[in-house]
């Protein structure tokens, strides 16, 4: 393990403090690129915290890559707090996030207070939700009693059944103005970072120009938000079928699995990952 940390690299668990809301926000501000990967049990959670990926998301493409299920929405919340245990204790010092499933944040405000609890008190720090439109309200109640909380927007896998498959979205003018207005109303409630999943490039990089304090997070959206996220299986291999396009070969480039996310975090950090005329849309 240390014989692969290269002179400067202060990755290793001894070396690096813990990543705080706080700490990311400082990177956010001084440009550093925000690199994140999912994990959904503690030695993944350890390896990847130690091979220097910022934060970890307990997402619920865990009901697609370790269920087996054709999507997320299966995933209930119970299942999303056992994997969340999981990967807290393999944690050291990422920032430890988790996915609400879906069915258990819709009904009112109060319902995802009480969903997100579940998931706190499981390890997680913040904790995500899909869409926009309905959600804000439901932002700034949990935010406003201590969650902090990713935003979700651009294809939200829960909605794949309305949404008719895993389309790239906002690519006509109608869809990225409603985008563009999701976000500001987020952003208002104050979620302090939003993942954009699978939409073109430019209106991610201007999503994240519209809203210059929070840190966007993309997959499949191009380079110009302040990180990235892949999900762990994709990015070693693992996932069965064709892998989507934004996924780079980094198992190839690392050698081992540990080798691999260490170059992911570095290709994220350097902005050599996503490549636009590779990776991106
Ligand atoms: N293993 C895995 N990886 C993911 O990234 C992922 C999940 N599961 N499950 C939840 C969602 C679903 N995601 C998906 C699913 C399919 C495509 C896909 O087929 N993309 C095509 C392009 C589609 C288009 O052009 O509209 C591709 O070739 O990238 C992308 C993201 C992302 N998330
Ligand atoms: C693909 C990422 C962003 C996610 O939401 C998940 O892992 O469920």
């Known amino acids: 393990m240390s014989s692969q940390n290269s002179p400067?690299?202060?990755?290793?668990?001894s070396a690096r403090k813990s990543i705080t809301l706080h700490r990311l926000r400082e990177m956010h501000a001084a440009g550093e690129k925000i690199a994140m990967l999912t994990a959904y049990d503690a030695s993944f959670a350890r390896l990847a915290d130690e091979a220097g990926v910022d934060c970890l998301l307990v997402g619920d493409s865990l009901g697609m890559v370790v269920q087996g299920h054709a999507s997320t929405t299966p995933v209930t919340l119970e299942e999303m707090a056992y994997h969340t245990r999981a990967a807290a204790r393999g944690n050291r010092t990422a920032f430890l996030i988790a996915?609400?499933?879906?069915?258990?944040?819709?009904e009112d405000p109060a319902h995802a207070m009480r969903s997100s609890a579940v998931l706190m008190g499981a390890g997680a720090q913040m904790v995500k939700l899909e869409g926009g439109g309905w959600t804000p309200e439901t932002v700034r109640f949990l935010v406003d009693r201590g969650v902090p909380v990713c935003a979700h927007l651009g294809l939200t896998p829960q909605s794949v059944h309305a949404l008719g498959g895993y389309r790239i979205q906002g690519r006509d003018e109608a869809g990225a103005a409603t985008l563009r207005r999701h976000a500001r109303?987020?952003?208002?409630?104050?979620?302090?970072?939003?993942?954009?999943?699978?939409?073109?490039?430019?209106?991610?990089?201007?999503?994240?120009?519209?809203?210059?304090?929070?840190?966007?997070?993309?997959?499949g959206a191009g380079g110009g938000t302040a990180g990235q996220v892949l999900v762990l299986h994709d990015m070693l291999r693992v996932t069965r079928g064709k892998l989507p396009r934004f996924v780079r070969d980094f198992v190839a480039e690392g050698n081992t699995i540990e080798g691999a996310i260490r170059t992911y975090v570095a290709a994220v950090k350097d902005g050599s990952f996503p490549d636009e005329s590779l990776h991106a849309y």
Request: proline letters at 8%; charged letters at 15%.
């Open 8 to 13: 400067g690299d202060n990755s290793t668990p």
């Open 185 to 219: 109303e987020l952003a208002d409630a104050g979620a302090s970072m939003m993942v954009f999943e699978l939409m073109p490039s430019d209106l991610a990089r201007g999503l994240q120009a519209d809203n210059p304090g929070l840190m966007t997070i993309g997959i």
């Open 99 to 106: 996915d609400l499933p879906f069915g258990t944040y819709h």
